[in-house]
């Protein structure tokens, strides 16, 4: 299973980004999709997170200002970022909580996207 990140870049103070997911691979069904992000000397901290059936979840720093979405037919997730800060400048992860089917066990696991870099700045 593979998460492939992409959208991200610089934009100034007050604009937005919409940053893409897309799962592939040997994949039986993803749970809960969400983005992390880590700034320079800081710890990964969660932004916003989705379960299967659409209920979401927000970092206080965020609410309000990103949309967290997902299309469950294309195994995507996106995060829709408006009224960017210079505070939000850092290395965005989306990750998957993945079942797969193996003979006839399912087994779930947590996979990482590459992460993508979003810089707010003038």
């Known amino acids: 299973v593979q998460l492939q990140a992409s959208g991200g870049g610089l934009v100034q103070p007050g604009g937005s980004l919409r940053l893409s997911c897309a799962a592939s691979?040997?994949?039986?069904?993803?749970?809960?999709m969400g983005w992390h992000r880590q700034a320079p000397g800081k710890q990964r901290e969660l932004v916003a997170a989705i379960t299967s059936g659409g209920s979401t979840n927000y970092a206080d720093s965020v609410k309000g200002r990103f949309t967290i979405s997902r299309d469950n037919a294309e195994d995507t997730v996106y995060l829709q970022m408006n009224s960017l800060e210079p505070e939000d400048t850092a290395v965005y992860y989306c990750n998957a909580d993945v079942s797969i089917l193996i003979s006839i066990l399912l087994y779930e696991y947590d996979y990482w996207g590459q992460g993508t870099q979003v810089t707010v700045s003038s």
């Open positions: 691979g040997s994949i039986f069904s993803i749970n809960a």
